[in-house]
C-alpha cells in the first residue's frame, strides 16, 4: 500500500512539474527569428533590428537564423512548417510572401494559409534611376528615348520576379514602352552594370541608390510611391512625373506559422507596434528611407492580398517566372 501511494505521488509530482512547464508564460526560451535571404543584406539589417527590438519588448533572448535560396522560398517553407509554439517566427519581404506564389511553380508552402501575419514593419519605395552621364533627364526623355531606341532601351533588376522587375513591367504596362528586361543576382550587380553602362535603367531601392546619387553618379528620374521620400525630397513621384497608376516597392513584415495561439501573435504585434515608437528606431528606418507602419495583424492579412492580387495580374500579364 505504501508503495502504491508513493508511486501515485510520483505521477502526481511530475504531471505537476510538466503542467506548470507549460503554464510557463510566454516566451520561456529563446526565440529563432528565420531570415529567408543572405546575411547582409537589405533584409537580413532590418531583421536584426527588430530581433533586438523583440527580445528587448519580451525580455528573451532572439536568435537571427538565416536559411537563404530559391528567391527566399527555402527559409519561407521552413517556418510554414515550424511547430506553431510562437518560438519560430519568419521575417520576410514582399518577394517570397506576395509575388513568388506566381513564379514559382510547385510552392512548397501557402502564403496566405501557412502563415498567421503579426504586423507589417515597413515599406520601402524604388527610385527610377539612370546613370550620370546618360542623356535622360526625366521620365518624360525616357519615353521619348524608348520610341527613338525601337525596343533597344534595357532596364536591369534584382533578379527575376523581384520588386525592381515587377516595377519595370508595370513601367512598360503603364506607358505601353518596349524595354528588355536584365536579370542580375542581387543589389549590387545590377548597380554595376548600370555605372557601367550595360544596362540604361534601373528601379532600385531608395537606400542604396542615394548614397550614388548623392554623390553625381546617378541620376534620380522618379520615385514609384504615393509620396516624395524624404531622402530624395527633391525627386518627383511618377505620377508627379506624368505617369498615374503606377506604385512600387518592397515592405517587410513579421509571422509565424498557421496555428499559432492569437495571445501569442497579439503579444508579439504589441512588443513590435511599442518598439517602432522608439526615437531611435525611427531614426533607423527614415536614414534608410523606409516608411514605418506598424498596425494589427488583420491589417497585415488584408494587406497582404491586395497586394497578391495586384503581383498576379503583373506576373500573368507579363509572363513573368522565377528562371
Known amino acids: 500500500m505504501n508503495k502504491f501511494k508513493t508511486y501515485i505521488a510520483l505521477v502526481a509530482f511530475i504531471a505537476l512539474g510538466i503542467g506548470a512547464t507549460y503554464a510557463q508564460p510566454y516566451p520561456n526560451r529563446p526565440i529563432k527569428l528565420i531570415v529567408p535571404y543572405a546575411p547582409g543584406g ?49 521575417f520576410s519581404a514582399a518577394g517570397p510572401l506576395t509575388i513568388s506564389p506566381f513564379t514559382y511553380p510547385n510552392l512548397p508552402y501557402d502564403p496566405v494559409k501557412g502563415f498567421e501575419p503579426v504586423i507589417l514593419i515597413s515599406s520601402q519605395p524604388l527610385v527610377l534611376v539612370v546613370n550620370a552621364d546618360s542623356k535622360i533627364y526625366s521620365v518624360a526623355d525616357l519615353l521619348r528615348a524608348g520610341v527613338d531606341a525601337k525596343g533597344r532601351i534595357n532596364y536591369g533588376s534584382f533578379g ?133 507602419l506598424g498596425g494589427t495583424p488583420g491589417q497585415f492579412k488584408n494587406f497582404m492580398t491586395v497586394e497578391l492580387k495586384k503581383n498576379e495580374v503583373i506576373v500573368k500579364t507579363a509572363a513573368i517566372t522565377s528562371n
Do not use: C
Open 42 to 90: 537589405g533584409t537580413d539589417i532590418t531583421a536584426r533590428l527588430i530581433a533586438k527590438l523583440i527580445s528587448t519588448g519580451l525580455n528573451q533572448s532572439v536568435l537571427v537564423e538565416n536559411k537563404a535560396g530559391a528567391g527566399g522560398t527555402i527559409g519561407q517553407d521552413f517556418v510554414s512548417k515550424a511547430l506553431p509554439d510562437g518560438y519560430t517566427l519568419l
Open 160 to 292: 527575376n520576379g523581384s520588386a525592381a522587375h515587377l516595377a519595370g513591367e508595370s513601367f512598360k504596362m503603364a506607358t505601353k514602352m518596349d524595354m528588355t528586361h536584365i536579370p542580375f543576382k542581387g543589389t549590387n550587380p545590377a548597380l554595376t552594370a548600370l555605372l557601367g553602362g550595360e544596362i540604361d535603367v534601373l528601379f532600385d531601392t531608395v537606400s542604396t541608390s542615394t548614397p550614388l546619387i548623392k554623390s553625381g553618379k546617378l541620376r534620380a528620374l522618379a520615385v514609384s510611391s504615393k509620396n516624395r521620400s524624404a531622402l530624395l525630397p527633391d525627386v518627383p513621384t511618377l505620377a508627379q512625373a506624368g505617369l498615374s497608376g503606377v506604385e512600387a516597392g518592397t515592405w517587410y513584415g513579421l509571422l509565424a506559422p498557421a496555428g499559432t495561439n492569437q495571445k501569442i501573435v497579439q503579444k508579439l504585434n504589441q512588443v513590435v507596434n511599442n518598439g517602432l515608437t522608439n526615437k531611435e528606431i525611427i531614426e533607423v528606418f527614415s536614414t534608410e528611407g523606409s516608411v514605418i
